[in-house]
């Protein structure tokens, strides 16, 4: 019996990290559908408000008494991490409208590479050699990915669509890349925060913040709102719960339970989730590069919850 909760113990956050990846996937197919009507800063602070809507009533009935616990300091880290989440949503999805979906993602997937090399320095957590090894598989995974939207296979030789860098394709490439870093803050926050609140307290906390954050720059910048179909609206209705409430949140349980490197190296089946909705959505077929990329990823994922799984099978 007690080996048997010692499995479920340890299996638990890889099951959440896995389950919130395949809702985190979802989320390109949505900001698709809704990018026919809705800018890009409201679709990100769409699905944070709808998230803060749903989570902030239950936190604030049941768990409040956790907030007043925290510090000064600790609100403070509450805000930064949600500013970090909101500037994330906002770059990444703004960067798709300046630069191609093949560097957005090479980019992007480089979330995890900041945080492995900041936390032994901020969390004093040191890197296990198998979650370094994974790191490497993964990242040169997500890279493949990436190239592998712009280059096919012809005759035995791979032909790439040639790129003129402009200003704009520099500027959509800088976004993602500052995407990627302000989620390796907000893991980062994350996993000092998760010590002390729960899965629901904190999110609300941060989803609320970075909600009020990104609705602040709309009312400056005078974005449109209330001028979207009904099928609009329903994409950011989706977006709000299934990536984010769902998805993020069950990633955002996982930080308590186990490190930021870890949790940051699962977002790389993100593609994985992707291509394969796509391929049912869009009746897009991934190439033969993406398909090298997506097992390479999973490699990684899989070298670097090694050990994890090793506990599981000893305990």
């Not at 191609?100 to 900041?114: G, Q």
């Not at 012809?154 to 200003?167: L, R, T, W």
């Not at 959509?172 to 609140?197: D, H, T």
Request: with cysteine; hydrophobic share 55%; charged share 10%.
């Amino acid at each position: 019996m007690h080996n048997s909760k010692n499995n479920v113990k340890h299996f638990r956050p890889v099951l959440a990290t896995t389950v919130g990846i395949l809702f985190v996937s979802t989320a390109s197919i949505f900001i698709r559908f809704a990018q026919q009507e809705a800018s890009s800063i409201v679709i990100a602070a769409a699905r944070l408000v709808i998230a803060s809507l749903i989570l902030f009533p239950t936190a604030w009935i049941h768990y409040r008494q956790q907030w007043r616990t925290l510090n000064r300091s600790d609100f403070i880290k509450g805000c930064f991490s949600g500013v970090f989440l909101a500037l994330h949503f906002a770059a990444w999805i703004t960067s798709l409208e300046y630069t191609t979906i093949a560097s957005s993602v090479v980019l992007v997937t480089t979330t995890p590479l900041w945080v492995a090399l900041l936390s032994p320095f901020i969390l004093k957590e040191p890197i296990r050699r198998s979650v370094l090894v994974g790191l490497i598989f993964s990242i040169t995974g997500g890279i493949i990915v990436g190239v592998g939207n712009a280059c096919q296979l012809f005759d035995g030789h791979f032909v790439c669509q040639a790129m003129n860098i402009s200003e704009q394709a520099l500027w959509g490439n800088f976004l993602a890349l500052f995407g990627a870093w302000m989620a390796a803050g907000y893991m980062i926050i994350g996993r000092q925060l998760r010590k002390k609140l729960n899965t629901i307290s904190y999110t609300a906390m941060v989803y609320g913040v970075a909600a009020l954050f990104l609705t602040i720059l709309i009312v400056i910048q005078a974005e449109p709102i209330m001028t979207y179909s009904n099928q609009t609206y329903l994409w950011l209705l989706a977006l709000g719960i299934f990536p984010q409430l769902l998805g993020h949140s069950l990633l955002n349980w996982a930080l308590k339970h186990t490190s930021a490197t870890y949790v940051a190296l699962t977002f790389l089946g993100e593609p994985i989730g992707t291509i394969i909705l796509a391929f049912f959505f869009f009746k897009e077929t991934p190439t033969i590069l993406e398909s090298v990329g997506a097992v390479l990823i999973m490699v990684g994922i899989i070298i670097g919850s090694f050990k994890r799984v090793k506990k599981i099978n000893e305990a």
